[in-house]
């Protein structure tokens, strides 16, 4: 390389070095500090979406799959966090100023676990804080997003939305034909049976397959016993619907599934209207910017943020272990 193109070499790297110490104090000078390292009394901040003077309407947002992963927020402050949802409900269940919560669910599901907890923590706010909750269906609310939608004391989805996908599946790949065209001899010590059960190099066998479909039978039967008890449905009516299959917003409002049509702003405006509280303030829950989410806002800013590339470090993240989901995909 010549002294020309390790000249222009060098000019670049500086440049991107300042560039980069721009873009970061630029949004070191554009931060409120003393909302940052501030405590507040709540957990969450509160963004108003329509001012009020009588009343509060709490919108949380569920967005992506239910796992209780835990995202590292250095590089990814958006993902949906377990932990916070649930604790968000709580947050709004129990301050006295607050007067109906809305659940904006945007999901295709998730874990079966996690699932349940947001479910009982629903019926858990009705019940000892008597405050009624909505849904309002995004563009997804299926498997696991019904789930957690059923026992809310309204439903509203878009005409548009896909929802239903009322079932339990396990997946997990048998890659024996290619380890044996390969050459590859997978050698197992187990203390029993059934502990290499799934095993992505070997074939199912008759009673494995039994075993594990009895649980997913068990876990079927529990979404269905939430949607009668939710809904207020027959069980035989529910479990003609519950065969797996998605819904559209108006095939579900047809078949008893989501109470009425409508967007976000109807589902507001249909609570205030229920509640008598038409000059109600609306507002929804932010996380509470700390340092690191504040960091990891700063390195995005720089880079760029590259949704195909924090989803894979998502995927690479989880365990490949089969586990039961109520989860609709494509």
Do not use: C
């Amino acid at each position: 390389m010549n002294k020309k193109r390790w000249f222009a070499l060098l000019a670049a790297v500086v440049l991107f070095v300042l560039s980069s110490g721009f873009q970061l104090m630029t949004s070191v000078a554009s931060t409120n500090f003393e909302q940052l390292f501030a405590f507040p009394e709540s957990k969450f901040q509160e963004e108003v979406i329509e001012e009020g003077a009588n009343g509060k309407i709490v919108v949380l947002h569920l967005d992506g799959v239910i796992q209780d992963t835990a995202p590292s927020s250095l590089l990814n402050t958006t993902s949906y966090n377990h932990r916070t949802f649930l604790e968000m409900i709580e947050e709004a269940g129990s301050d006295p100023s607050v007067d109906g919560i809305i659940l904006r669910v945007n999901t295709p599901g998730g874990g079966v676990v996690e699932s349940a907890e947001i479910h009982d923590k629903i019926i858990a706010v009705q019940e000892e804080y008597e405050k009624p909750i909505y849904v309002s269906m995004g563009n997804t609310a299926a498997s696991g997003g019904y789930y957690i939608s059923a026992p809310a004391d309204k439903i509203v989805a878009h005409p548009a939305t896909l929802t239903g996908s009322i079932g339990v599946i396990m997946q997990g790949y048998d890659l024996s034909g290619l380890a044996d065209n390969l050459g590859i001899e997978v050698n197992t010590i187990k203390s029993g049976e059934y502990k290499d059960i799934m095993s992505t190099f070997r074939e199912m066998t008759d009673e494995e397959r039994e075993l594990l479909q009895t649980m997913i039978d068990d876990m079927y039967a529990e979404f269905v016993q939430v949607i009668v008890d939710g809904r207020g449905m027959a069980e035989g009516k529910v479990r003609e619907l519950a065969d797996g299959r998605v819904y559209t917003g108006n095939q579900a409002k047809e078949n008893g599934l989501v109470d009425e049509l409508g967007t976000l702003e109807d589902t507001i405006a249909m609570l205030k209207e229920d509640l008598e509280l038409a000059n109600a303030q609306v507002v929804k829950y932010n996380n509470s910017l700390g340092f690191e989410q504040f960091l990891g806002m700063s390195v995005q800013s720089i880079f760029g943020k590259d949704d195909e590339l924090v989803n894979m470090l998502e995927i690479v993240q989880e365990s490949n272990t089969p586990r039961a989901m109520y989860l609709y995909s494509n």
